[in-house]
């Protein structure tokens, strides 16, 4: 497989920050990987992009082997940036569908295209088509929305997104600048409030 660099990677990574860090708060168990290989039983490994499994012990782990975990996946998700569209959009619904897996989608990062599917409510057939609303793919699954904004994929809880590290790290940046600087403008006016004091022949200190 052909390298596919920082496009792919940092969706990936921004996606599982985001998942990891909403479920932490609302305490519900997720396991979250990338391209970690995935075997079900009778057939080939595979490693899509994004994994998800609810309710289960997020520790390390070197594969998910169905057989040993007693489970399947929840979902997957693929992020295309280079190498087969046809795999990503069509033969991995096809597969996916056939392993029971109850949601899947894609995103094609260089034309900020997203798609999605799931399993029907009654067994058997395959995938049927995920149908956006206002933008937005709503996963059954996570309980959240998928979209691409601004050409990048972002989940969403309603209506405010869920952030990656790098944008909660910012987030906390500009509160922590924004205390700084309410700290300094009282600093100064507490200041300016002893001159003027002191001008009036007033002793800041006899002040309680």
Known sequence: ???????????????????EEYYRRIRRPIYLSAELPVYYPGERMFAPDLIAVLDV??????????????????????????????????????????????????????????????LPQARG????????QGGRWYSGVLDLDLAVEHGRLRFFHGSAPLLDAHELIEQLSTMVDEAIRRTQEESQRAEKF?????????????IS
């Open 1 to 19: 497989m052909v390298p596919e660099g920082d496009r792919h990677r940092i969706p990936k990574r921004a996606a599982i920050e985001a998942l």
């Open 57 to 118: 012990e997020p520790h390390e782990r070197a594969s998910w082997i169905v057989s040993k975990e007693g489970r399947g996946l929840d979902l997957a998700l693929e992020i295309h940036v280079a190498g087969s569209y046809e795999k990503d959009f069509v033969e991995n619904v096809e597969r996916f569908a056939a392993l029971g897996v109850p949601e899947y989608f894609a995103f094609d990062a260089s034309r900020g295209r997203l798609a999605g599917w799931k």
């Open 125 to 132: 057939g395959g995938y049927e088509p995920l149908m956006p």
């Open 194 to 206: 002893a001159a003027r004091l002191r001008e009036l022949g007033v002793d800041p200190d006899d």
